[in-house]
């Protein structure tokens, strides 16, 4: 009997007046596999993104943790259960340091509150965690800058390091090498390889770049008009008739567009 997905939606949609953003998507997520959600600017990604994770409303459909209904909780209920989302625009609290920032997702997770000056001080386990972090995401010399002083890149790197201080069972990336230099990109992308290389954690990623799906990607499934219009292994998707007119532009036979 197959074992319950970490993740699940079931028939999940979402209308704005008459346009159906979302439309009746049914896919499961099992730990360990990375997949990726692609398809034309427009397809729904980031809005189903939302719909899992709870920052918009389902008109209808549903999405499960575990095998449980959580489609009527708050965003942050959901990141209790397990759920994190790095979202493709930053998300942090640039008047505070680079450091703060990384050690209040990291009391958090620990249960220490969210204070900024106490406790810190007398729990060296949770400043090495935050230190293991923030060189993981290759930003522990700039520790003491303002978070919102950063360039882009790095407050992508940032978003990052507060993710993997949630820990979550769910890991979900918007796009998170958007507007990196190319130096940049390979730690990230060496971070999410890790965390898919340890097995138990389920692992979404929004990415319009082909060449970071295919390094990364177990599986692939294709949006187009808010609508699945494919869902296997990476190889096989792309070679689709389907991906290759509506979301790489080619004709059908695959070959180049004039």
């Not at 700039?142 to 992508?156: I, V």
């Not at 390091?161 to 990230?188: H, K, N």
């Amino acid at each position: 009997m197959p074992a319950t997905p970490t993740l699940e939606t079931r028939d999940l949609t979402i209308r704005f007046g008459g346009h159906v953003a979302v439309n009746a998507v049914s896919c499961a997520f099992q730990p360990g596999t990375l997949t990726a959600i692609v398809g034309p600017n427009g397809a729904g990604k980031t809005t189903y993104f939302n719909l899992i994770s709870g920052q918009l409303r389902a008109t209808s459909g549903q999405v499960l943790l575990r095998g449980q209904d959580v489609t009527g909780l708050t965003a942050s209920a959901r990141t209790k259960q397990g759920m994190g989302r790095a979202f493709q625009l930053t998300n942090l609290f640039p008047n505070l340091t680079v450091m703060e920032n990384v050690r209040l997702a990291v009391q958090s997770r620990a249960g220490a509150g969210l204070q900024l000056l106490q406790l810190w001080s007398h729990r060296h386990d949770l400043i090495e965690k935050a230190d293991s972090l923030l060189d993981a995401v290759r930003l522990l010399d700039k520790r003491n800058a303002t978070a919102g002083a950063l360039p882009h890149g790095d407050q992508r790197k940032l978003e990052v390091a507060l993710l993997l201080a949630l820990e979550p069972d769910i890991f979900m990336f918007d796009e998170p090498t958007a507007g990196m230099s190319v130096d940049e990109v390979p730690t990230i992308l060496d971070l999410i390889h890790s965390i898919k290389a340890r097995g138990d954690k389920t692992v979404l990623l929004v990415e319009h770049k082909m060449d970071v799906v295919r390094s990364l990607a177990d599986r692939i499934i294709v949006l187009h008009n808010g609508s699945l219009v494919a869902d296997g292994e990476p190889a096989a998707v792309i070679a689709s008739p389907v991906v290759q007119q509506a979301y790489l532009g080619l004709p059908a036979d695959g070959s180049a567009a004039a």
